[in-house]
């Protein structure tokens, strides 16, 4: 960076785009208006499945107040077949709806009623009768009969299984053994915006606005499953209202407004209500995961293995990767892993924030707590013994390894005084317990481009089809151009969300900010460089530069900028490429959470009452949003532990919790005073910024920092999650 930096990259500006979403002036999907009339859209589901339509009767329906058109698969567009094709992977395969008689799961849309209005849409979906022919299918990967087959790829890890080492030989030559299985349940990403579309048509040109985290595949999505050329296609998507993994892609919404609008002629709204949300948008599947650790009478691991089995929806290939923490915790001499899957006729199956880790902390750390405490070892000391030197899996030298700085500034800050013997803390009737776990999450940098134009008069647009889901992306891409180009933040406006502008990440997998980041840092350097160029070419030594109003500032003297831009405006763009940060070592962001909780020895009834985590994510783009993100995490985390949970019926395949008032979210009640500490660093190896991921960071580890503490508190182990009352209650000490 120029000696001019201005040092706005790390400080807590306040969010950019604030005052528009809090004055309704930020356009969310569902509040867009087209120019055309827009005509609505209402889903309706099917009720049994997998099976056939055996009859679907629309007449009452098409009769109905303002029904323009019932779409069924007799009438809908020609598509090309679900799940092609077969190489394209879950982004970018053919998402056809309303196909053909085949329905998947319940859930699954077998009509778009599109009406004037959302009510008279709504209604006559009702009146919309359907038979379907169910077959048996498979529901619940538990049950006896199933396949188990080895997935082909997973989610955001290398290999599918991993050895290391002798594990049967190491663990059976261990003193001291935890052997058990572990169940986490299905969970819902339950974003605030439920997933919304407005599609219309301009002759062969599709244009969408919709809710949607990474909108380059998106392109392709739909024209794999239209059949038309990516390029024909559009997508506009400036303001998320959360994702949580559940946007990443295309989903029903999408397709159904695109078909609607193609039937219609009209543009066509499809707004998914919250109960359609768990059965129309991906959820995580329920897993179970067996551990095994062994370690020697003086606390050193020796050999750790977790096998996960999942559900992985019938012909769409995702499965998630709990065991990926497992590899890269801790240090042991053989570690093995794997991971299997059930194909199931249930809703899709996707990412949902913090994928692995998440859930494969919750279990491990649980476990490691476990060990721990059958060594008799102090749990931060179990785990500042058997940190990691290099991969314990790849062996491969690990970049900036600080998970035992985040653990001793964790526990200092939160004044760990060691374990006490579980159940003998109590204040009247509550007993109180303290736990902690650590946290661990790959970091990713992923190809992203950026365009900056900057106009005569000063005015520096960005562009990138980055999405902004909530997390403070306008507002640290400001910071990252404010910083490089050393102009002022009123000067900065950055456009997002829109397919024309150049491809970037897209917001997931917590590489968001340091992907986009680094692209619009290459794109502001080079712009700088280019005025400098021009500056030099006039014969003004300029080595240094900066930009204020319309001026260039150089040499302690100041330019027009009029003079140094062609035709009103310099337009440059700018990428990252990974490869260039291929350096052969493992990358992670780092963290430690410590939490006390009471539970009521009457009642069971469980309340965080402190939560606190250290974590290590490289350099700080913004102290504020970063916080938030860190705090986002830890509140998912409770969630985790105590509270979400999607439960089917598995004799047919239905989620029964549709709502909020049944799939519980952490609430303010719910939440305690969060601490959060960052600790200062700047990760070199990982992109010119050096900030690491963080968005998905303070989810990894929270859960089983509280499941730690009921642990110390009751006396009791649950190895299944969420953690409820009725789990502790016949544990409890009669009061
Ligand atoms: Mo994330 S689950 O990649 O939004």
Redesign the pocket.
Known sequence: MNEMTNKIIGTPLDRVDGPAKVTGQATYTADYRPTGKTAEGFIVEAAAAPGKIRKIDTQAAEASDGVIAVLTHHNAPKQNPYGTPEDAGRFTQSHAMLESDHVRHVGDPVALVIAETLEQARHAAKLVRVEVETSEGTFDQFAADVEIAKPDSLDGADEVDTSTGDFEKEFAASDVTVEASYFTGAQHSAAMEPHATVAEWGGDELTVHMAI?IVAPGLKAFANTLGIEADKVRILSPFVGG???SK?GVHNDAILAALGAKVTGRPVRVVQTRRNVFSNAPHRSKHRQDLKIGADASGKLKAISHDSLAAMARNYPFAEAPASPTRASYFAPAIKTTHRVVEADIPRVD?????GEAIGTLTFETAIDEIAEQCGIDPVEFRLQNDADRDPNSGAPLADRRLSECIREGAKKFGWDGRVTPGSRREGNKLIGRGMASAIRPNFLVPAEAEVVLSANGQLRVRLDMTDIGTGTYTILTQVAAETLAIPVDQITVELGDSHFPASSG????FGAASCGSAVFDACGKLSKLLQQRLSGKGIAANAISVEGDRVRAGGNDYALADLVDDGALTVKGAVDPSEFDHGEEEYSYGALFSEVEVDVDSGEIRVRRLLGAFDAGRILNEKTARSQLMGGMIFGIGGALLEESTMDTRYGSFMNRDFAEYHIAVNRDVPELEVHMLEGFSEKSNPLGSKGIG?LGICGTGPAIANAIYEATGCRVRKFPIHMEDLLQHLPQS
């Not at 990412?351 to 994928?355: E, F, I, N, Q, T």
Request: hydrophobic share 25%; net charge neutral; glycine share 26%.
């Open positions: 985290q994702g949580f993994g990443l990412s949902m924030r913090a994928p917001s997931g997998g917590s998905e």
